[in-house]
């Protein structure tokens, strides 16, 4: 006896299905190396390295561990470690020991790194403000904090579920 399939295949997607994905995806990508390329021509400093100074201005005394900040940025612990060599090598980041755990360095903010992010933050915001704001009326910018709000709840709930072995 046949039986009816009321859902869609799960291993596949409709062609709607693949349209939205794909404009997402564009979307998405296209934020991301527009917000990078910007800081890169204005301030001479990559998407990453914000991201990691922005999570030092914002901790108490302007500092971190590797832990704190692979928690931070969602990055893996070499990433965040090749990176933070990289911004110290440039001045805005420096290691200092942790009295509390001698295996762990705290990684904090210098004056020059306060300075980037200062000088960089203004024409950053302007650029989101352009791309973000100004392209969404009020509605559409509710609408999409719902949809980034379903969407992380349904990323943290995939990063805890057990792996989905697809039966046939």
Same mark, same amino acid.
Do not use: N, Y
């Given at each position: 006896?046949?039986? !009816?399939? =009321?859902?869609? &295949?799960?291993?596949?997607?409709?062609? +709607?299905?693949? %349209?939205?994905?794909?404009?997402?995806?564009?979307?998405?990508?296209?934020? +991301?190396?527009?917000?990078?390329?910007? @800081?890169?021509?204005? +301030?001479?400093?990559?998407?990453?390295?914000?991201?990691?100074?922005?999570?030092? =201005?914002?901790?108490?005394?302007?500092? @971190?561990? $590797?832990? &704190? @900040?692979?928690?931070?940025?969602? #990055?893996?612990?070499?990433? !965040?470690?090749?990176? !933070?060599?990289?911004?110290?090598?440039?001045?805005? $980041?420096?290691?200092?020991?942790?009295?509390? +755990?001698?295996?762990?360095? #705290?990684?904090?903010?210098?004056?020059?790194?306060?300075?980037? !992010?200062?000088?960089? @933050?203004?024409?950053?915001?302007? =650029?989101?403000?352009?791309?973000?704001? &100004?392209?969404?009326?009020?509605?559409?910018?509710? %609408?999409?904090?719902?949809?980034?709000?379903?969407? =992380?709840?349904?990323?943290?709930?995939?990063?805890?579920?057990?792996?989905?072995?697809?039966?046939?």
């Amino acid at each position: 006896m046949a039986t !009816v399939r =009321t859902r869609p &295949d799960p291993r596949k997607l409709t062609d +709607d299905e693949l %349209e939205l994905f794909q404009a997402f995806h564009t979307m998405r990508r296209g934020f +991301d190396r527009t917000l990078d390329a910007q @800081l890169q021509h204005d +301030d001479g400093i990559s998407i990453s390295e914000l991201e990691v100074l922005m999570a030092l =201005t914002r901790s108490p005394g302007r500092r @971190l561990r $590797v832990r &704190d @900040l692979v928690e931070v940025t969602g #990055w893996e612990k070499s990433r !965040v470690s090749h990176q !933070v060599t990289r911004m110290a090598a440039r001045g805005f $980041v420096e290691r200092q020991e942790c009295a509390e +755990d001698r295996r762990a360095s #705290w990684i904090h903010l210098t004056g020059e790194g306060r300075r980037v !992010v200062v000088r960089a @933050l203004p024409k950053h915001s302007a =650029t989101i403000r352009r791309i973000l704001f &100004d392209a969404l009326s009020a509605e559409q910018q509710e %609408e999409l904090l719902g949809i980034a709000h379903a969407m =992380t709840a349904a990323i943290a709930a995939e990063d805890c579920a057990p792996p989905d072995d697809c039966d046939d």
